[in-house]
Each structure stands twice: as C-alpha cells, then as structure tokens.
C-alpha cells in the first residue's frame, strides 16, 4: 500500500503521508527554471507526493526547513531535480538538470491535477471522517514506471526498514548526484540497473529472486515505461508479463506512476487486516474480505485504502510476522 511503513522508521504516517515543515519556500536558485502553477483546489503536499518517499533517507527524496518538497528524477529528456512549494494559493516549483523543463510540464498531474476527489463517496462512518479532515488528499501521477517499480520489488517479502537501506544502498552506489543545490541522487538507468553484478545485490541485501526480478524489468523498461499512458487493468498485464510481478507490485507502482484511484493493492502482509478492522472490527480479515468490504468503493478503491490508513483506525499490534535480515551480512 502507498506509504507502508516500518514503525520505528518514522519515515510516514500509514497511508502515504509525510511531514512537510510550514514555510512558503525562499528564492529561485542559481540556474532553476521555474513555473507557478494554480491548483483548483486545496493540495496538501505532504499527501500528494508522500508515496514517493521511501523511508527517511531516501536519496532521491527530501523535505526541507522552508516547507520545500524536493524529488529527483530520470526523466525522457534526462535527469532533473524537482523543488515544489506553496506560495499562497499557488504552487511554486523550480527545477534543474536536463530534464527541468518535463519535470516542470507534467507538475499539475504529480500534484493530481488528473484525479477527480469529487468522484469519491464516503460509505462508512470512518472512512467520511477521514475524507472530511484531508480536503488537499490528490493522487499523484509520476507518468514514470521504473522508478516506482524497482523499489516496489525491493520491498518484496521483507520488512520496510530492510528495502529501504537496500534502496538508499543502490541508489548512492549506482546513481549518479542529482542536478541542483541539494545532496541528492538521481535513480541508475535501465541499462545500469541491468548491469549490477551478483555480489553487490547481496551486499546491499537483495535476494536472487527480487534481483533478478529487477534485472528482468530493467531489460524491458521501454516497453514497462508505455504503461504510464495505459488504462488500469491494460497497464497491470504489461507489468505482470514480466515474471517475479504480480498483483502487489503492479498496484503499488500504479498507485504512483499512473495516479488511478482503483489500483487496490492485495497480497499485503497488514492491509486487508487494516481495511477488516477499521470498517468491522475483523483484524484477521484476508484479502477477499477485503475486497468485498471495499466493493462499494469500486473504482475508488486505492482511494477508499488510503483514507482508511490514514485514520489510523489499526488493530493492536502482535508479535512480528516477518523477522529481520540482512543477506549482505552473510
């Protein structure tokens, strides 16, 4: 699910929140090209581009004093740093690097310019609550796949807090430093990510079958990357035709690269025990209790999720399902 986390990371709430410090951002920087951009309605930032955090030192990621939101990317036009703030009503944003002026093209649609809130209709007391208190939720669309793909698969059957440090690992080991005045790193490219040998995926605790996983879409990334444009159900069968891709990863990384509001995430270790308790008390919930909890939210259903966790409405904790590891030890 967008945003699942690790408790004692504190990286984001449930549901795909970070914090953003209050501030309107300060002046352009040295070589930034900027657009102000209206919204047509409230945007919380914190919301909308939370998702694409992933963990607390993510290097590709970071929130900053002055209410700033920076992300890096690996645009078609090249890499580029991204810098959104509020400035009143409006959004500010500066970008840098090659790919500035995407970045800069497709900001209304990474702030949820294409989701449509008012299609959403409350069916359970909570989940109103919810969608009362969180006016500026939009989802965001990356129209980038690989980027959210790959640490999708890292995060394959381990804890968060294990995916995240392979992912920072990774990224400052194959990456490259990100344009701008911030001590970022923009994501390897396909063909990098193809190339990584044996020895360096176990260093950074990545398994054979998620490396590979990763090596196997790397090598088909142009063709993973038309998936952007995609309706919902044509995208998931072009990510699950590559193999170690099924239902969980290709809906967590739809959620982000194409925005869709029904992109429901199963096969989750905690969300259908979440969704089970928060609308009847039922922690043990499996995914097609689930499913057809949610059904009234057909369509919304990604949406209808994400207000849930954001409630914060969870069972009591157990003792821990999945243990700790790192590979790269052994």
Do not use: C
Not at 260 to 289: E, K, N, Q, S, W
Request: glycine residues 10%; aromatic residues 6%.
């Amino acid at each position: 699910m967008a945003g699942r986390f690790d408790p004692l990371t504190r990286a984001a709430v449930r549901g795909g929140r970070t914090d953003v410090p209050p501030g309107r951002g300060s002046t352009a920087g040295s070589g930034a090209e900027e657009r102000r951009w209206t919204p047509d309605g409230p945007v919380d930032l914190g919301l909308v581009l939370g998702p694409l955090r992933r963990g607390p030192a993510d290097p590709t990621f970071r929130t900053t004093p002055d209410g700033s939101v920076w992300r890096t990317g690996r645009t078609p036009q090249g890499p580029a740093t991204l810098r959104v703030s509020r400035a009143g009503e409006q959004v500010h944003a500066e970008a840098w690097g090659p790919g500035a002026g995407w970045f800069l093209e497709q900001l209304p649609a990474l702030l949820g310019a294409g989701d449509d809130p008012a299609a959403f209709v409350p069916r359970h007391r909570l989940v109103h609550a919810s969608h009362r208190r969180r006016p500026g939720l939009r989802l965001t669309r990356t129209g980038l796949v690989l980027e959210s793909l790959i640490p999708t698969v890292l995060e394959q059957k381990v804890t968060a807090d294990e995916a995240y440090r392979s992912w920072r690992r990774l990224v400052r080991q194959y990456g490259e430093p990100a344009p701008g005045p911030q001590d970022l790193y923009v994501v390897p490219d396909a063909r990098t990510w193809a190339m990584i040998p044996s020895w360096d995926w176990h260093k950074a605790g990545v398994d054979a079958k998620r490396s590979a996983t990763i090596v196997r879409a790397a090598r088909v990334a142009d063709r993973l990357e038309e998936a952007a444009a995609m309706d919902l159900p044509e995208a998931v069968r072009r990510l699950e035709a590559v193999p170690g891709i099924g239902p969980w990863t290709s809906a967590e990384t739809l959620q982000r690269s194409n925005g869709h509001p029904d992109a429901i995430t199963t096969g989750d270790l905690h969300l259908p025990g979440i969704v089970g308790y928060a609308l009847v008390g039922d922690r043990d919930a499996d995914d097609a209790a689930m499913l057809e909890l949610l059904a009234p939210y057909a369509g919304q259903r990604h949406r209808a999720a994400r207000l849930i966790l954001l409630a914060g409405h969870t069972p009591p904790r157990r003792a821990p399902r999945m243990p700790r590891g790192d590979i790269g030890r052994f």
